[in-house]
């Protein structure tokens, strides 16, 4: 296929991805040994037969299962080269890589094992092969507000290496307001903001999130077309939606591929870009995702561009890096 081909070939930025969503399970069952860590499968097959979600929450339990197995800074530092190097074969020369401190720290591995890990990995891949990437430090929202004012005080010394902060895990019954001082906080400190919303919650929490939490970008978003007022306020503030098709379709946001929204989004105006959430539990990567598009949807090469130029232009890189890939 010349469409797939094609737009495989060309440059992509990713900006919603979970690094813990990229652990394959080969390396998931490489750690579980050499840390003696119990898992509930006995093989690789076992772990993808597993993954049968029917919703957010049934996909949550078994991500942070699978992170469990992540130690030490080698870990972290293997875990991160892998999906930069994902990046590479799939010409994703930017990447904005969540990461979910408290899923660690719980577990009484801190900033100071996980940072230097990802860092080592993410600066050889732009000495070797050019392609930058920055971080995006999550908060799970079904932890309390004092958790994630912590996580952001556990940060202190790193915050070099952190451009914004981000609001995953179960969305219903943790609206975006829960956090709106630990976001006011964090834009205190330079940081830059963006939420999941709209992805299994109303469109209330989107408009939270961009009122309360000021984001600069909502993560899914899906749901904002339930409200014409709200795309309208989307549209004309041109905040973007990190889309994730694959992702929605295993976490049954929409019960086919067929059924995405994708287009619609596109249609009314708002910018839209397709993301690959977490590669190794919704199978498959960005590429992956621009794909899946094209089999299911009627989308023609026009819309697969303005998705690419979007991805960029959606991005926290400078003008100037912007405009050198656009
Ligand atoms: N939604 C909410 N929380 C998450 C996701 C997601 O898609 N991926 C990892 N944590
Ligand atoms: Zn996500």
Redesign the pocket.
Known sequence: NKLKDWVAKLPKAELHL?IE?SLEPELMMSLAKKHAVDLPYSSIEEVIDAYDFHN?QSF?DL?YLGASVLRDEDDFYQLMSAYLQKCREDNVVHSEIMFDPQTHTERGIGFDIFMPGFVRAMQYAEQEWGQSSLLIMSFLRHMSEESALQTLEDAKDFLPHITAVGL??S?LGNPPQKFARVFAKAKDLGLKRVA?AG?EGPPDYVWEATNILDVHRID?GVRSIEDASLVEHLVNKQIPLTV?PL?NTKLKVFEHMSQHNILELLEQGLLVTVNA??PSYFGGYLNDNYHALIDHLDICQEQLRQLVQNSFSASFLSDETKQHWL
């Open positions: 979970h969503g957010l949550l991500y995953d895990s969305e999941h992805e899914h994730c992702s959430d977490d």
